[in-house]
């Protein structure tokens, strides 16, 4: 039997994962508060799943693009700004949006109200990097363009220079 029919097959005794309204591991960025409710360890490391919640006026990072997995982001409240290259689009409540690797892209919450959205990253690959922004700053560093580049880096993820 081939590895890959291996993995394929029902686990003899599959685990479900339940991730309760208080549950869930909180990573904080700046003004970005994220509870992590699959890190990938329930999913073979093929789906993470967080909940953002972005306050009032929260920057986003540098626009970038991801070699290696699709993001989604599905707008729970609030309105959150996601530039695509150079188009803006206003993701209201009920919005979902979809990126596939290698289009660049950012958001930001430029209301006076927080947004609050579930993001997908398939494979899991991107849930360490918010884990390691958090560790940037826990280290009385301040969260710069240039600090989450090069977390972006160990990612499969660039700036998308061409744009700045």
């Known amino acids: 039997m081939t590895d890959e029919a291996k ?8 685990t479900v994962s339940v991730v309760g309204p208080d549950d869930g591991e909180t990573i904080v960025m700046g003004t970005t508060r994220m509870r992590v409710l699959e890190d990938g360890s329930h999913t073979r490391h093929r789906l993470g799943i967080s909940e953002s919640v972005l306050a009032p006026h929260t920057p986003g990072p540098p626009q970038h693009r991801h070699a290696q997995h699709d993001e989604g982001f599905y707008i729970l409240s609030g309105t959150v700004r996601f530039t695509v290259g150079e188009k803006d689009y206003d993701a209201t409540t ?7 690797p290698g289009v660049p892209h950012t958001f930001a919450n430029l209301t006076d109200q927080p947004a609050v959205m579930l993001s997908t990253f398939t494979p899991d690959l991107y849930v360490q990097y918010f884990r390691d922004l958090q560790d940037v700053m826990a280290g009385d560093q301040p969260l710069t363009p240039q600090a989450s580049i090069r977390a972006m880096s160990r990612y499969a993820t660039e700036p998308a220079t061409d744009l700045t």
């Open 7 to 14: 993995t394929s097959e029902p686990q003899a005794d599959p």
């Open 94 to 100: 009920g919005t979902l949006v979809m990126v596939p």
